[in-house]
């Protein structure tokens, strides 16, 4: 039941859109490549499918089509950045640019984000090193919905971590991941289909496991990775923490349970400790470490040893991080990016809000 | 069935053995730091418990007592630095030590090691900015246990990573956690009490979920954090994979398979790709960010907000990475040490080895 867009389709119509927004020519059309990335790559949680939420957000003031996106304190190898209230899908590849010259220059840059939002895939910035031959890394904080172990209230966001490592005649290694058991994509597409959930992945609200796939609805939270405390989830919390740390703390954004909801309708909590969401970024010159050839030789035997480790069944071989993604693009480009059509309905609307054709 | 010891009995002890290695006086002193910490901090598996470990390891020539621990390549914010075979426990405060100067210097410092051995806890290490006003990270690579998803084959350690950040009024945050659903050690807890593993810690040799906590005896792996791929396994199998990378692709030590066993009866890996173990270690001075005593009051915040979270019963409040090792140093430090019996057994025939007391 999806319809089936080009990539190109995609991306003029959402550069239209970020105009219409009043975004510069270079925000509109950076914005649309970092979104349509998500759907490119087959994160489609996080592509098209969320544009309509950025307008909402837009209406109601809580995202500056004009930022004034700028450094506001730095040292050799790191910086902190004022998105401005921004679209997190221009600030992050400031801010990320910030990392790789610094990097560039004293062997790798380190760069915390404030007063932000949503910035899409954390995978599209870390992979912005790569043709550097640069490791990148991004993470992001975001709404409050992971309860900690032992909590039933929610207080992390999902709080993605990546880190993109070039390699030689191998494709990149990219890792890309939520530090919760599932993100919420993942459950929103188990509602769709009406679908239970795996134990481990969300609790009801008096903190008993679930396997609702709607248990968020009604006051329930996601889990952090591990799923319980005999499961690890407390190494979870501590991934999703550090996450809250570096890209909130760390800049001056607001972080647990502070940070700004994705949805317009709920209001922005009360008393904030920072502005806006909160990012991190880093960049680190393989050649800071040892020659760049060398580097790339040793991951090209890495990456073919794990390729080749012995399966436990012949039909599902070991995957290396980066794998599932690049097929996915690579497919996509030339067959289509498949929609939903809840999805293809609320892009028309969108296109009837600004009188653009989709 | 334990037996008690004073924190001091134990370093001095470990300290004794050390300088029958051949250790210098400095490295003695400070491998009996890094090691009793284990202790101290009730990484019980970490500790005294691996001296015999130790000393088999340099019996076979593995561990150098004299090492010409240095920096082989650096820039400004990075560098790498060859143990030169020595034990970790003292190849990695000089690691760390570089990564805290370049820090000072140009507000971080990321330091990949080679050619060293296992460092004893991660945590320890990281520690060591907090004191500076830095965020101290560590990491290191293992003996291969781990399977990654879909794999029966153990290609990774259970690569530990640490984090520890400091606050100002409230003790600091520190995460130091096995990249698996459970550490090895724990594994062995069971072992002992001769009770079942959880799901998802264990597989058999044919890559079978298992209860057994002997699996690993008879070919089995332990699981990456998720435990399987429902569960997020892949994202445990990226985070082992990251650590495994920057400890030693970035420095040129073994990596994945090739990483050489803790266990001296174990051969080498024939056709090594790197020289002994693999470590990283980062640095970021706060004020590198924003003024120190800011971010140390927000630290505050974040540490006392979470520590404040609705709990899902009132008798298990959430915790804060970091607690239980730091209240459990606290006990120790004046009730003695508890060491079971064979952990006894074995310290008394290393004393008798050396002709020391114990």
């Not at 270079?26 to 490119?40: F, Q, R, T």
């Not at 009801?204 to 968020?216: H, I, M, Q, R, T």
Request: one cysteine or more.
């Amino acid at each position: 039941m999806d319809q089936l867009f080009s990539y190109e389709h995609l991306r003029t119509f959402t550069r239209s859109v970020f105009l219409k927004m009043g975004c510069s020519e270079v925000h509109a059309e950076l914005a649309s490549e970092v979104l349509v990335s998500a759907d490119l790559r087959g994160v489609d949680s996080h592509g098209v499918a969320r544009l309509s939420g950025y307008i909402r957000l837009w209406e109601a003031g809580r995202i500056n089509p004009k930022p004034n996106i700028r450094i506001v304190h730095e040292t050799p190898s790191t910086a902190v950045v004022d998105g401005d209230g921004g679209l997190g899908l221009v600030v992050a590849p400031f801010a990320m640019q910030v990392a790789i010259d610094k990097a560039a220059n004293v062997g790798s840059g380190w760069v915390s984000v404030k007063h932000s939002n949503h910035f899409g895939i954390a995978g599209y910035h870390a992979m912005k090193a790569l043709d550097r031959d640069m490791i990148g890394m991004a993470m992001t904080n975001a709404s409050p919905l992971v309860a900690p172990t032992f909590a039933k209230e929610r207080m992390l966001g999902t709080n993605p971590i990546a880190v993109a490592i070039p390699a030689g005649e191998q494709p990149p290694f990219v890792a890309d991941f939520a530090t919760t058991t599932a993100a919420n994509g993942k459950l929103e597409i188990l509602q769709r289909k009406e679908q239970e959930a795996p134990t481990g992945w969300v609790q009801d609200k008096a903190g008993n496991s679930s396997v609702n796939a709607n248990e968020l609805k009604s006051g329930g939270a996601l889990l952090p990775l591990g799923g319980d405390r005999d499961h690890g989830s407390h190494k979870g919390y501590c991934l999703g923490a550090i996450v809250d740390i570096f890209s909130a703390v760390l800049s001056g954004a607001n972080y647990g349970p502070w940070a700004p909801p994705f949805v317009s309708f709920l209001p922005l909590p009360p008393d904030p400790v920072g502005e806006g969401l909160g990012h991190f970024f880093g960049a680190m010159r393989v050649d800071a470490f040892r020659p760049a050839e060398e580097f790339k030789s040793h991951m090209d035997t890495w990456i073919s040893r794990f390729r080749s480790t012995t399966p436990i069944s012949e039909d599902q071989p070991v995957l290396i991080p980066g794998d599932p993604e690049r097929e996915m693009a690579a497919s996509r480009i030339h067959e289509g990016i498949p929609l939903l059509l809840p999805v293809v309905k609320d892009l028309k609307e969108v296109a009837a809000k600004f009188e653009l054709d989709f």
